[in-house]
């Protein structure tokens, strides 16, 4: 229960930086300011492998409680809720989550045991950072999500990880820096190993932070926002919609922090009162009825369940 959790904040903590990189992608172009260098060095890249991971592994604890046919349902509904976003923003990613989790991970949960899935997922990464292929990472950290979840790393082995991919993250990130010519975009290669090393950084980094004493209020801001994961990124997406005039237009980039904090602003509280009254999400909770062709039971009795289920696992 604790560490599923501690999924459901770093899940949170995915989707503000999602929000966060995706306002300022609508709004990024030439020349480039102070803002866009800080976004692109601590940000961009950094938090959809997180979320990527976050979606192998839960794809592990949907299979262990429902099976194979459910989380095809599941990921068939994901699909539908990404065309209907593609409507309005063209970015959407759920569509290639959907694709992606039913032609790689499903075959994949045919294998036995962690170590087979770890040395594959851990190849796929290679491979897809070596070719240059970003959407091919998504599956990649697909497998390398479901092996962490199948293995079952020990909790004593964050803090070195957090140390080394810091201190990588850093390295290779001035590196990019200073072989990039100006005006060009720079290795790629070097700049996804950076953002990777980046995106390990933050999550074991976080995962620290949760377990320390002071971490309650941290925790009960980012637990409902990652709860409802699913209804945040698409009302954010659907915020930077309305807004792409502005972001567009504004020079300063000012605005993207503004979009972003006010959008967050409102997600974060709107999620824990959410939370406090009901089981699953608003789209979660649609996600739900439509994968088990069923009404689900979502309101809370006088704010309280005795019986109050695990938190979903999935993207929601």
Not at 2 to 21: K, Q, T
Not at 76 to 103: I, K, R
Not at 111 to 119: E, H, V
Request: with cysteine; charged share 10%; net charge positive.
């Amino acid at each position: 229960m604790s560490r599923i959790r501690e999924l459901d904040a770093l899940r949170g903590f995915a989707v503000c930086g999602i929000m966060l990189v995706n306002t300022w992608q609508h709004a990024v172009h030439d020349p480039r300011n102070g803002i866009d260098w800080t976004l692109e060095a601590l940000s961009q890249s950094r938090f959809y492998p997180i979320f990527s991971l976050l979606f192998g592994i839960s794809f592990v604890l949907v299979l262990e409680r429902a099976g194979r046919w459910v989380l095809l349902s599941r990921l068939f509904w994901l699909l539908c809720f990404g065309l209907v976003q593609h409507v309005f923003y063209s970015g959407e990613v759920l569509t290639d989550y959907a694709v992606f989790g039913a032609l790689v991970l499903l075959p994949a949960s045919f294998l036995a045991g962690g170590p087979p899935l770890l040395i594959l997922g851990a190849a796929a990464v290679v491979w897809a950072v070596w070719v240059g292929a970003g959407p091919i990472l998504i599956p990649a950290l697909f497998l390398l999500g479901m092996a962490l979840m199948e293995s079952r790393p020990p909790g004593r082995l964050l803090l070195p990880v957090f140390a080394v991919s810091a201190l990588a993250s850093a390295l290779l990130t001035a590196a990019w820096f200073v072989t990039r010519a100006p005006g060009a975009p720079g290795n790629w290669t070097l700049y996804s190993v950076a953002a990777l090393a980046g995106a390990t950084a933050y999550s074991t980094g976080l995962l620290l932070a949760l377990r320390a004493r002071w971490a309650a209020p941290l925790s009960a801001v980012l637990e409902p926002l990652g709860r409802m994961a699913l209804t945040t990124y698409v009302s954010g997406t659907l915020v930077i919609a309305l807004t792409s005039h502005l972001l567009k237009t504004d020079p300063t980039r000012l605005s993207v922090l503004a979009v972003t904090t006010a959008t967050l602003a409102v997600q974060i509280p709107f999620s824990v009162w959410w939370q406090s009254r009901y089981r699953y999400g608003p789209l979660e909770w649609i996600w739900r009825c439509l994968t088990w062709f069923r009404r689900v039971p979502n309101r809370l009795e006088s704010g309280r369940d005795q019986n109050r289920p695990l938190p979903d696992p999935g993207v929601s």
